[in-house]
């Protein structure tokens, strides 16, 4: 089990840091924060050039710390609220939840993955256990606890974005209307 945990962790780490890396440098065949401002900003994600940076810093902090397995459950209520954050986005301007399509399914699956660690904690091979904190799990009661935290931190970070996000596609949707509409006589 630890084992698993480990590899869960690890991977899921590892694609979130390319990820943030993919948006800020241009790594991993990424556009980079200059390409990237835009794309975010359709999204609804306004200003793009500040959301792309707090993004890439809430991936890059959320998998240093599930990497080395300490403050796991901030950790991953960091890593699921940000991915809900970016499927949310994805879904609502695109119209479907589906990835084929443009829709957040891929970032719903990685936030899904990071709210599992919150319920099974880091595993014996993490700093945490190392450390004996008191948000290992002991047992599943205690499992459970800590999980449904780190769900419901990971939805309340996300709700105040959503809204913004449905306000900004709304704003964006009306202006693209008034500038598309026939100019009228007085």
């Not at 979130?16 to 890396?21: C, D, F, S």
């Not at 091979?125 to 205690?142: I, R, T």
């Amino acid at each position: 089990m630890d084992l698993g945990l480990l590899l869960l962790r690890l991977v899921l780490a590892a694609i979130l840091y390319m990820h943030a890396t993919q948006k800020t440098l241009g790594w991993f065949s990424g556009l980079g924060l200059d390409r990237m401002a835009p794309i975010f900003e359709s999204l609804g994600q306004r200003p793009g050039r500040q959301m792309v940076k707090l993004a890439a810093a809430c991936e890059l902090t959320g998998s240093l710390l599930i990497a080395i397995g300490l403050a796991t459950p901030l950790g991953a209520a960091i890593l699921a609220g940000t991915m809900a954050v970016a499927g949310g986005a994805s879904t609502l301007s695109k119209g479907t939840v589906w990835n084929v399509a443009g829709g957040g399914e891929y970032p719903f699956v990685l936030g899904a993955f990071a709210v599992v660690l919150g319920f099974t904690g880091p595993g014996s091979w993490s700093l945490d256990s190392v450390v004996n904190a008191p948000w290992v799990p002991k047992s599943n009661a205690a499992a459970a606890v800590i999980g449904v935290i780190v769900l419901v931190v990971a939805a309340l970070a996300a709700v105040a974005a959503h809204l913004r996000t449905r306000a900004h596609l709304a704003a964006g949707a009306a202006d693209a209307a008034a500038e598309s509409a026939p100019p009228t006589s007085a």
